[in-house]
């Protein structure tokens, strides 16, 4: 990447900063000012694709020559989605409603190159089928993990691997909320050099 282009992460989310930073890339930070409600009938993988798209492009705005990344990420079950849960009684019904259930977090991603206005973008699912969960358990969980700015109720980095029969997915990152391995595929096509070099 050439000294004149910049690298933001349309997101101010803990989560996604510390995913990109995986890739040892300089990248500013930027809060993307959409509004994140769903549209009437919205399917989930619509909605965080649009989010994503419009994330990207409202950061994009004000980076005319960078590169700007937006994610969004939607939980569902079925066709229910789910929030997060913000505090301890939520997250308890949540996650009883979610035991033995499957659990699919749609990830949209979108890159833009501002400067040649070229835009990626894609939904990357991810499952998580869950055990048959007991209260005691989940109680347990909870009060270790305290999981309540997480949608599902759960950090699948944390504790909550123990909640789960299996996962599937392509990419485990997408469902942390930042598709790693597509984001870096756009990456390269867009200029970059992955792994970098060493500074």
Do not use: N
């Not at 990447?1 to 300089?26: P, Q």
């Not at 833009?112 to 989940?138: C, K, M, N």
């Amino acid at each position: 990447m050439s000294a004149t282009r910049t690298l933001v992460l349309g997101s101010t989310s803990a989560y996604r900063r510390t995913l990109l930073g995986r890739l040892h890339l300089e990248f500013e930070t930027a809060r993307p000012q959409v509004e994140e409600s769903r549209q009437p009938d919205e399917p989930p993988e619509a909605m965080a694709e649009r989010l994503a798209a419009a994330k990207a492009a409202d950061v994009a705005l004000h980076y005319p020559d960078a590169l700007v990344i937006g994610s969004d990420q939607c939980a569902a079950c079925g066709e229910r989605i789910l929030g997060k849960p913000g505090g301890y009684e939520q997250a308890l019904e949540q996650l009883k409603t979610l035991s033995g259930q499957r659990v699919v977090f749609h990830t949209g991603l979108c890159l833009i190159d501002s400067r040649s206005g070229r835009q990626w973008q894609e939904v990357v699912p991810y499952a998580v089928h869950f055990r048959q969960l007991e209260t005691a358990e989940i109680e347990r969980y909870l009060r270790l993990e305290q999981p309540y700015d997480c949608s599902g109720s759960f950090k699948s980095e944390g504790l909550g691997i123990t909640l789960f029969q299996r996962m599937e997915g392509d990419d485990p990152t997408a469902l942390i909320g930042l598709p790693l391995i597509r984001l870096c595929s756009w990456l390269r096509e867009a200029g970059l050099v992955l792994p970098p070099e060493a500074s």
